[in-house]
């Protein structure tokens, strides 16, 4: 199973308008001594370097979303976070979703099954905003828990009882 947050791409748009001149410099004093023209430059668009600062802003978020599932994994990540990339105006790629793989199997006994059903839920739900994934499977991970803690129940009451249950008291009353 995997926690994720993975959100609909960002739409590029082909720069027409207001044009920006980026220049970059091997040292300071370069710029102010070479024409534009000379130098290298690229020229974005205004609505250009706004999707980049749009796509900055989504790398920064789904990298710290990730990062928060694996540290209250509990060793339950079955690998790092994988991402999925847009490319930007600028030529970099900027991940615009990701996920990381939750080993949720059951444990060995009912009470195994307690602690992991527990940390997947603290896992899914570490980030400050999980996604509808998130939510879906931290609802798996609690049904998970509630069963191992039925079995559980039952497996305390048999051995308390023995092997099998006793029969329930009854009451005879005669008039």
Excluded: C, F, W
């Excluded at 001149?21 to 706004?50: C, F, G, I, K, W």
């Excluded at 990730?66 to 991940?95: C, F, K, W």
């Excluded at 992991?116 to 896992?123: G, L, P």
């Excluded at 499977?137 to 039952?154: F, H, T």
């Amino acid at each position: 199973m995997s926690i994720g947050a993975l959100s609909a791409s960002y739409a590029t748009q082909s720069p027409v308008s207001s044009q920006q001149t980026v220049q970059v410099a091997s040292s300071p004093t370069q710029a102010d001594t070479q024409p534009a023209a000379a130098s290298s430059t690229t020229q974005l668009s205004d609505e250009a370097l706004a999707m980049i600062d749009k796509l900055k802003a989504r790398d920064t978020e789904v990298r710290q979303h990730e990062q928060a599932h694996l540290a209250a994994s509990g060793g339950l990540a079955t690998s790092g976070a994988t991402y999925t990339y847009e490319r930007g105006p600028d030529g970099i790629n900027y991940a615009i979703g990701g996920e990381v793989n939750i080993d949720t199997s059951p444990g060995g006994t009912p009470q195994e099954t307690i602690d992991r059903a527990r940390t997947i839920q603290a896992a899914a739900l570490a980030p400050a905003d999980p996604s509808g994934q998130d939510r879906a499977v931290a609802a798996q991970a609690q049904q998970m828990e509630a069963k191992a803690r039925a079995d559980l129940a039952q497996q305390q009451t048999q051995s308390a009882y023995g092997a099998t249950p006793a029969a329930a008291p009854t009451l005879d009353v005669y008039a």
